[in-house]
């Protein structure tokens, strides 16, 4: 069944769905910047009601109003291939996985840090 759905030519349409109406949405939205960086098209400027948290990726489209350094891109990056992987249950298992992203297997998965929810680890200091 796996092999239907993950990686498959079916999960491919739903991202490539997805990708459709992150385009449309972005393109409907954003007052900022669109450009493509790290595999994504990402507008910015968009109304703080118009996505979640900092941003939002939808398939290949990450929207923000201001949320965009190289980091984010990076975990957004991730969240793209799970787009890829899983195609429309994406959206579906990311909810069942639960909102908060400190326990949600998809920001784990992306990096806590990178997304923003997490501080980055301060190097121990060196002791001479």
């Known amino acids: 069944m796996s092999g239907i759905l993950l990686d498959s030519p079916l999960s491919r349409l739903g991202y490539l ?3 459709l109406v992150g385009l449309a949405w972005g393109a409907l939205w954003s007052t900022g910047r669109i450009e493509r960086r790290n595999g994504l ?3 910015t400027g968009m109304p703080n009601w118009t996505f979640g948290r900092g941003g939002s990726c939808v398939g290949a489209c990450y ?3 201001t949320n965009v350094n190289d980091e984010v891109l990076e975990h957004e990056a991730v969240h793209k291939r799970q787009w890829q992987r899983y195609g429309m249950l994406f959206p579906v298992l ?3 996985s639960g909102f908060d992203p400190l326990r949600n297997r998809f920001e784990i998965e992306a990096g806590l840090e990178k997304g923003g929810y997490l501080r980055a680890r301060q190097s121990a200091p060196r002791r001479h």
């Open 17 to 19: 769905y997805a990708t």
């Open 63 to 65: 929207l923000t109003r």
């Open 41 to 43: 098209f990402v507008f």
């Open 94 to 96: 990311y909810a069942l």
